[in-house]
């Protein structure tokens, strides 16, 4: 257990200062600090106890951000609710398109990417800049068949013959960032191989959309990806961190954010480094102006 001598230490309290907070005389907690004070320790753990209650606690835990955890969030039930309208295989063909539109930051690609982990009919493609049409559809047969083949129809029979086995999602993450005419085969590729197709990117996508009327008709829902939530904010340092925070913590975290997940993350290693440098058991406004 740390000691009287090591909190006020690591606070800079002098006698007076502990006295004035836990009720002690000045003598008997220099006679704890300097040990000199007999008896079984009971008193000096009353002292620490009331130390604690006022926020003067030295931590001896390292804490540390878990990159791993994922947080249901509302942006994320809303995702997982259309993939699993777009596999259901009594679901209409017809409009099997979906599109999920938001911000950066706000989760689309780790929450399509979590999807695809947790069901294994479904693919993840991530549009590159200056991928060809071929490029694409080659990547959506890798994915699909575990080949890429050379030329567009070589690909799309790997993608029929695929999805003749079953239903199959294909999750195109950047789509905001294609050409025009790369969306026309997509809608080939939705049509010919009875494949529905989630397209995910920025506010730009929508545009697109828009002006696309056959690529259009066919989408059954856009979801747009709303800014974290206080919620989101507190789910995320419990399940990260093992920390708890109180409301005026928790919602100054927000104000933060911006709504932008990332910067959730970035401001948690920020404080998770404060607090392990000063030894502190809980996030504290004061981490919060330091970050």
């Known amino acids: 257990m740390v000691g009287l001598k090591e909190v006020m230490s690591h606070f800079g309290l002098s006698a007076g ?3 004035r907070i836990t009720g002690y005389s000045k003598s008997t907690i220099s006679q704890i600090k300097n040990n000199k004070y007999g008896g079984d320790g009971q008193v000096e753990t009353e002292i620490l106890d009331k130390l604690k209650e006022a926020g003067y606690v030295v931590s001896k835990t390292k804490f540390r951000v878990r990159s791993d ?3 249901k969030t509302a942006n994320v039930h809303k995702f997982d609710t259309l993939c ?3 596999l259901d295989r009594d679901s209409d063909l017809t409009s099997s398109i979906g599109v999920v539109i938001g911000r950066a930051g706000r989760g689309k690609t780790k929450a399509a990417r979590h999807y695809v982990v947790q069901h294994s009919e479904s693919i993840y493609v991530l549009f590159v800049d200056g991928f060809s049409l071929v490029d694409v559809a080659r ?6 068949g575990g080949i890429r083949p050379r030329t567009f129809r070589a690909c799309l029979d790997v993608i029929d013959e695929a999805t003749l086995q079953g239903r199959r999602l294909i ?3 950047e789509a905001d960032k294609m050409p025009k005419k790369y969306f026309e085969m997509l809608r080939g590729i939705n ?3 009875s494949c529905p197709i989630l397209l995910v990117g ?5 545009r697109v959309l828009d002006s696309e009327r056959r690529l259009k008709s066919r989408v059954r829902r856009v979801v747009v990806f709303d800014p974290v939530t206080v919620a989101d904010v507190v789910a995320y340092y419990q399940m990260s961190v093992g920390l708890s925070l109180n409301s005026e913590v928790a919602h100054a975290l927000w104000q933060r954010s911006q709504g932008d997940f990332r910067l959730v993350v970035r401001d948690a290693f920020a404080a998770v480094r404060l607090m392990n440098t000063n030894r502190l058991v809980s996030l504290t406004m004061d981490v919060v102006k330091g970050i």
């Open 69 to 71: 955890v994922f947080i």
């Open 139 to 144: 990547e959506i047969a890798y994915e699909i």
């Open 191 to 193: 049509e010919r191989c």
């Open 202 to 206: 920025e506010e730009p996508l929508r």
């Open 171 to 173: 999750i195109l993450d």
């Open 17 to 19: 200062d502990v006295a």
């Open 84 to 86: 699993d309208e777009l």
